[in-house]
């Protein structure tokens, strides 16, 4: 059929060819793949569902719903359809997660009105940051709040959203958690609410020094939000972010890991500890190596001799 579009909008058939070159009616084995004739089982769609939150991968479950038989009628769903079922079983699963979430702050909340929990929405009002903290965490703030360490390395969840964790050391030298955050992005706005919705929720008083990566948002966040707090970076991350370049080090030179470590480790005065470094990149003549040289000009954020 061909149609033509006249000039007030209207569509007029102007050739039809009523030989067909396709065959109208497919066989009964092949209507099931059409668009409309996809009625899955309410008992397989659940099972669908359920392989797919227990984290089986895709190839697994095609696998499962097809087995060995080759006239099963669960090939009825192919590849695209699981595809299409499990981005919907998701977005449910999303809308019903928020749901849950915030019942559990209101239960905690009705428990004990100490809890402390806030959402930050976009501009389509969907979630895009969360904080909470519940009462030993805000108590064990007001004794233990000299030096905190914020960490987001962890983002295993299945949306992606790094788990930002506000961390200190009680008078046992014991791990000891302050607060609890799960951010959506990683600029230096969310950061920013984050900071000020943990400083709000600890009634106002900053941390006397807190330890973070080198993530560039976070130092730009912390000044707005910790006027007067002590920014440092932490020395694991600064190890982890190089260690491969250390590792190659540490291959080429027997002696370097061992007196790399003990400048780090020794309580030294910030002139010392210069010294002891000019030293040993003299040894080795690493006054060049780029890695070095990175570790070296950032020395006043990481290295404990210039904490005191």
């Given at each position: 059929m061909r149609l033509k579009k006249?000039?007030?909008?209207?569509?007029?058939?102007?050739?039809?060819?009523?030989?067909?070159?396709?065959?109208?009616?497919?066989?009964?084995?092949?209507?099931?793949?059409?668009?409309?004739?996809k009625n899955f089982d309410k008992t397989i769609l659940e099972y669908v569902k359920y392989l797919q939150f227990k984290g089986i991968e895709h190839a697994q479950i095609m696998s499962i719903l097809g087995g060995d038989d080759p006239g099963s009628y669960f090939?009825?769903?192919?590849?695209?359809?699981?595809?299409?079922?499990?981005a919907k079983n998701s977005r449910m699963d999303d809308v019903d997660d928020v749901l849950k979430t915030v019942n559990f702050?209101?239960?905690?909340?009705?428990?004990?009105?100490?809890?402390?929990?806030?959402?930050?929405?976009?501009?389509?009002?969907?979630?895009?940051n969360i904080f909470w903290a519940n009462t030993s965490c805000r108590g064990a703030y007001q004794d233990f709040s000299d030096c905190v360490t914020f960490d987001t390395t962890y983002k295993t969840n299945k949306y992606h959203m790094p788990l930002g964790v506000f961390v200190g050391t009680n008078n046992h030298l014991q791990t000891t958690f302050f607060g609890f955050a799960l951010i959506r992005d990683e600029d230096a706005d969310s950061f920013r609410w984050l900071f000020k919705t943990f400083l709000r929720c600890m009634r106002g008083k900053a941390p006397t020094c807190i330890l973070t990566d080198q993530c560039p948002a976070m130092a730009l966040a912390i000044p707005d939000a910790f006027g007067n707090t002590v920014h440092k970076l932490c020395r694991w991350h600064i190890m982890k972010k190089y260690r491969e370049h250390l590792?190659?080090?540490?291959?080429?030179?027997?002696?370097?890991?061992?007196?790399?470590?003990s400048i780090l480790n020794w309580p030294l005065m910030p002139t010392e500890f210069e010294d002891a470094w000019k030293g040993l990149m003299?040894?080795?003549?690493?006054?060049?190596?780029?890695?070095?040289?990175?570790?070296?000009n950032e020395r006043e954020k990481w290295i404990s001799a210039y904490f005191k």
């Open positions: 006249e000039k007030d909008g209207t569509f007029v058939v102007k050739e039809i060819v009523w030989e067909h070159k396709h065959r109208l009616q497919l066989t009964p084995q092949m209507l099931v793949f059409l668009h409309s004739h090939l009825e769903m192919n590849a695209k359809d699981l595809i299409n079922l499990k702050f209101r239960e905690m909340k009705a428990i004990n009105r100490e809890f402390f929990c806030d959402m930050q929405l976009d501009e389509s009002d969907r979630v895009k590792a190659y080090l540490y291959y080429l030179h027997e002696d370097f890991k061992d007196e790399f470590t003299d040894r080795y003549n690493l006054h060049d190596d780029a890695t070095m040289v990175a570790m070296w």
